[in-house]
Nanobody
């Protein structure tokens, strides 16, 4: 059974930073793609960033490019999201997700088969 557990959320002021962590357990060796999504109240779930587990190729939604960085530590079965220059519009529940498909787009959340429980990020102005 695969489990994804996020941590690192919290409350910060605009311009601040947070680092989210996601640790995977279970049969994860065949994972190809791990990513981060977020969902604000009343809004649809949005893909934020993803990374191909093998090659390290990364993908970002335009609104976070230059501010957020996704990284991985395969030895720890972990993926991270470093979030800098945070804005109030980044406030959302952030979810870690993963799948085994041979691509790594964040366009469709339905592509991702495994999900964490989420960690809340709140950015105040």
């Amino acid at each position: 059974q695969v489990q994804l557990v996020e941590s690192g959320g919290g409350s910060v002021q605009a311009g601040g930073s947070l680092r989210l962590s996601c640790v995977a357990s279970g049969y994860i060796n065949s994972f190809n793609c791990m990513g981060w999504f977020r969902q604000a109240p009343g809004k649809e779930r949005e893909g934020v960033a993803s990374m191909v587990r093998g090659s390290g190729s990364t993908y970002y939604v335009d609104s976070v490019k230059g501010r957020f960085t996704i990284s991985r530590d395969n030895a720890k079965n972990a993926v991270y999201l470093q979030m800098n220059s945070l804005k109030p519009e980044d406030t959302a529940m952030y979810y870690c997700a993963a799948h085994r498909r041979p691509f790594c787009s964040i366009t469709y959340s339905t592509d991702f088969q495994y999900w964490g429980q989420g960690t809340q990020v709140t950015v105040s102005s």
